[in-house]
């Protein structure tokens, strides 16, 4: 018998469930005392959801007067409510009840905590071959979880075809267009739209910021590489926040809270958006950086405020530089490298164009369908 009922002179078998004004209060099996809103609990009915699209089909803004209930009761498990003025009746599980007793987010299987890295991650990488993702849900799983945890991993085996980079996308979501089309060649142009195309080096940076919402996976397929130099260079920058935020507080605070523009102006595109440089997810927890050198517009900030901004901003900077994060490595024809582009910093070496070959191609999914994938694999228990 619960303490709490007992010093309120309740008996909670007689009263379980006990109706109020706005809502009502109910014993749950742990034998804990839960409020419900009536509202809540009108709108939420089990039967409000279509059984197969699992979509809601009950709309509360046309319900015409405030819910009450004629009568509640609990029976076989569940609180079962007939509605004042309606020919409706909701069962209500109590384990669903108990759910969402205390207001908290459903359990997400995709909130994974995320395992920082540094500079001597290469060998560790997760790798997944091409085949065993086609064939294999429990390899799917392992790739989608690399994503989620580490923010990357490489494919291997990949066949030297466009298709080969649309079919390994499209496993966990679809393809995402940015200002450079749905898929971007990475060798050296003529004349070059963006420094990727070219053999110089290339700065540590995440991609195309100047856009609203940047796109959220990346994949770059290495369909040749035999040139001289052009290591590939990855960073995690949550790593480097985290650290950052241990050191300086105020600059971590400064650079989580504060809007820089960002642009992209070329022959008929001028993308510009606002992105703070360190992004922070629900848990107050970093989930990723944006930074891109080459693409960050004049700060237009208030110039007192600047006096404490570069500081905090060029510190950062700073850090990303150090051999502590920077994993180095050449990426080999046949693999693919898929990351989080919201968290992983990349750049390379220069290399010499005269010394041999060397293409990537590359496009992008977003962060909410990889999610997604994971959910519905994980929640019909398919990794086998």
């Known amino acids: 018998m619960d303490a709490a009922l007992i010093e309120a002179g309740k008996d909670p078998v007689a009263d379980a469930v006990m109706p109020g004004e706005t809502g009502l209060d109910l014993i749950l099996p742990d034998g ?17 959801f279509d059984a197969q699209t699992r979509e809601r089909v009950f709309d509360i803004f046309h319900h015409g007067a405030t819910p009450r209930p004629a009568h509640a009761r609990l029976e076989g498990g569940a609180l079962v409510i007939d509605w004042t003025g309606e020919d409706h009746r909701s069962h209500y599980p109590l384990a669903m009840l108990q759910a969402y007793a205390q207001g908290q987010p459903r359990p997400d299987p995709a909130d994974l905590p995320r395992r920082p890295w540094f500079a001597d991650h290469y060998h560790a990488l997760t790798r997944v071959s091409h085949a065993g993702l086609i064939d294999s849900a429990a390899e799917r799983r392992r790739w989608m979880e690399a994503l989620l945890t580490e923010g ?3 494919v291997t085996g990949m066949p030297d075809t466009d298709a080969a980079l649309t079919d390994t996308a499209e496993l966990i979501g679809t393809i995402r267009p940015s200002f450079f089309g749905a898929y971007f060649d990475v060798r050296t142009h003529i004349k070059p739209t963006n420094l990727a195309y070219t053999a110089s080096a290339l700065e540590l940076h995440t991609d195309v910021p100047a856009e609203e919402l940047a796109p959220g996976i990346q994949f770059l397929h290495c369909r040749a590489n035999s040139v001289q130099g052009g290591l590939n260079l990855f960073l995690d920058g949550t790593a480097v926040a985290n650290d950052l935020r241990a050191a300086d507080p105020e600059a971590f605070r400064l650079l989580a809270e504060t809007e820089i523009p960002f642009y992209k102006e070329h022959d008929d595109i001028d993308m510009r958006a606002r992105q703070r440089v360190i992004e922070l997810d629900r848990h107050g927890q970093v989930s990723g950086v944006t930074i891109s050198q080459h693409m960050a517009d004049i700060f237009d900030l208030p110039q007192r405020v600047l006096d404490s901004y570069y500081p905090a901003f060029v510190r950062f900077g700073r850090m990303l530089q150090d ?11 046949g693999e693919c490298i898929t990351f989080d582009n919201h968290r992983i910093v990349h750049g390379r070496e220069a290399y010499s164009a005269t010394s041999g070959e060397r293409y990537l191609r590359g496009t992008y999914t977003d962060r909410g369908e990889l999610r997604g994938k994971y959910r519905a694999l994980v929640s019909e228990g398919r990794f086998k």
């Open 32 to 48: 804990s005392l839960a409020y419900f809103n009536y509202w809540w609990l009108r709108d939420n009915c089990p039967r409000s």
């Open 152 to 154: 990357l991993a490489i």
């Open 323 to 333: 051999p502590k994060y920077v994993m180095r490595f050449t990426l080999r024809a």
